[in-house]
């Protein structure tokens, strides 16, 4: 087995971040399987090597290693610009002029994830205007078919080894897919199927809110000839509101969790213990997590898991609880 992580190096990791990266790590080391660590550094906005430095850092601090990388996307470009060719020359892509405001006022909310289903817009494009276009110099990103409604990987189906069968209908839930931006830069989809392709990945395990890009990413997969890997999506850390865990919330980052605890021993196990790995206000190491990892247990913890104030209270150290 081979495993990822796959950390986006937008801000100091989180403890939704840590616990995605435990569980992950978990499955791969219970398999005696082997963990690639890739930084997400596609954006220029997140090329900061202080950020991915630190997050590097972070990891080794947590117990949580790897066997191979870290492998930096903004180094790959070349290999993402061959996927783009392949798929060019099979005439599957087409230039898309979709300003971010006209996609989201034309646009039909997606059920799974709140992003938006592509209407089509310059797929219909009159080859004359694309050309025009094209000439004039616009800027446009670059967009994949989906199948025609009815033909092969027009629904796409997957078994997720927390959440179940899932299926998407590509055609009425997503549209057609970007693959790169206006601005250049290729996209989340295209590259992170390129690189678990390229790397062997077995496992893709990461929070549950990418489980509705997953089918695009088989389609992706499928169009480039890499086989399936598994796919585990684990719950998300919610605040009491349920509201969702971000980089914003600074007492929960690392550095703030470093500063308040000798070592990682009690975090770990206290999010160990929230997917029932490990007893309430046990501390335990990441290797010794490592025999307690079952994926029965983590089946039966699909709802998002509530930090509130004694979340951090049971954590002990020094610091005052989360305000
Ligand atoms: N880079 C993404 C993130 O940090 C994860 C992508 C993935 O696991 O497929 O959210």
């Known amino acids: 087995m081979v495993g990822r992580f796959a950390p986006s190096p937008s801000g100091r990791m989180h403890l939704g971040n840590v616990f995605s990266a435990l569980i992950g790590w978990l499955a791969v080391r219970a398999a ?3 963990m ?30 790897w066997d191979e990388g870290p492998i930096y996307q903004h180094e790959r470009g070349d290999v993402y610009a061959r996927a783009l060719g392949s798929l060019d020359s099979r005439e599957l892509l087409y230039p898309c002029f979709c300003t971010r405001r006209e996609l989201h ?4 909310p997606h059920a799974s994830d709140g992003t938006y289903v592509y209407p089509g817009t310059c797929r219909r494009l009159p080859r ?11 800027a446009h990103g670059l967009r994949l078919l989906v199948p025609d409604a009815g033909t092969p990987n027009a629904v796409i189906e997957f078994d997720d080894m927390v959440y179940g069968p899932q299926r998407q209908d590509l055609v009425s839930e997503v549209g057609d897919i970007l693959v790169q931006r206006s601005d250049g830069v290729v996209a989340y989809q295209l590259a992170c199927v390129v690189d678990d392709g390229e790397e ?31 796919y585990l999506h684990v719950p998300l850390l919610v605040a009491p ?30 999010l160990a213990a929230a997917v029932g790995f490990a007893e309430p206000g ?22 998002d898991i509530v930090v509130d104030g004694q979340f951090l209270a049971t954590l002990g150290g020094r610091g005052a609880p989360m305000g």
């Not at 004359?128 to 616009?138: D, M, P, S, Y």
């Not at 990413?217 to 086989?227: A, D, E, N, T, V």
Request: glycine share 8%.
């Open 282 to 303: 046990e501390a335990l190491s990441a290797d010794a997590l490592v025999e307690r990892f079952s994926l029965e247990k983590l089946a039966a913890h699909r709802e």
């Open 200 to 230: 062997d990945v077995s496992l893709v395990m990461r929070g549950r809110d990418l489980l509705g890009s997953t089918a695009r990413q088989i389609y992706l997969q499928r169009l480039l000839g890499f086989p399936e890997p598994r």
């Open 128 to 138: 004359e205007e694309r050309i025009a276009r094209l000439v004039e110099g616009r």
């Open 105 to 108: 006022a034309a646009s039909a």
């Open 32 to 34: 005696d399987g082997r």
């Open 241 to 270: 509101d349920g509201r969702r865990l971000s980089k914003r919330e600074r007492d929960l980052d690392l550095g703030a969790l470093r500063a308040r605890l000798s070592g990682p021993e009690p975090l770990l196990g206290r």
């Open 36 to 65: 690639v660590l890739r930084i997400e550094d596609l954006d220029p906005r997140t090329q900061r090597p202080e950020v991915a430095a630190q997050l590097i850092d972070d990891l080794a601090w947590l117990g949580l290693d």
